[in-house]
């Protein structure tokens, strides 16, 4: 059974930042496409950022390109979410997602879900 735990949520001033990490157990992530999806107050589960087990498909959704960068360490079976420049609107409950095939911005996309990490920016 995989599990995913969110850490590295915070509190932060505008224009700050903060790296959130994603450790799995349970199973190797090697092979799954791994994503980012947050969800703010009163609003759906927005997809953030993905990255499949060979690090050659990559996607941001548009409001984060150039300010937050997906990564993952195999050996450490853990997925990571940088992210700078952090704006209030930014404000929202990251989680972590698994998927075993194709995977994109669809929360249907993955199978396995962590408990998600609040993150707040302040203006």
């Known amino acids: 059974q995989l599990q995913l735990v969110e850490s590295g949520g915070g509190l932060v001033q505008a224009g700050g930042s903060l790296r959130l990490s994603c450790a799995a157990s349970?199973?190797?992530?090697?092979?799954?496409?791994m994503g980012w999806f947050r969800q703010a107050p009163g609003k759906e589960r927005e997809f953030v950022a993905s990255?499949?087990?060979?690090?050659?498909?990559?996607h941001y959704t548009d409001s984060v390109k150039g300010r937050f960068t997906i990564s993952r360490d195999n050996a450490k079976n853990t997925v990571y979410l940088q992210m700078n420049s952090l704006k209030p609107e930014d404000t929202a409950f990251y989680y972590c997602?698994?998927?075993?095939?194709?995977?994109?911005?669809?929360?249907?996309?993955?199978?396995?879900w962590g408990q998600g990490t609040q993150v707040t920016v302040s203006s």
């Open positions: 349970g199973r190797s992530i090697s092979s799954y496409t």
């Open positions: 990255i499949n087990w060979s690090v050659t498909d990559i």
């Open positions: 997602a698994a998927s075993q095939g194709w995977a994109h911005s669809r929360p249907s996309d993955y199978e396995n």
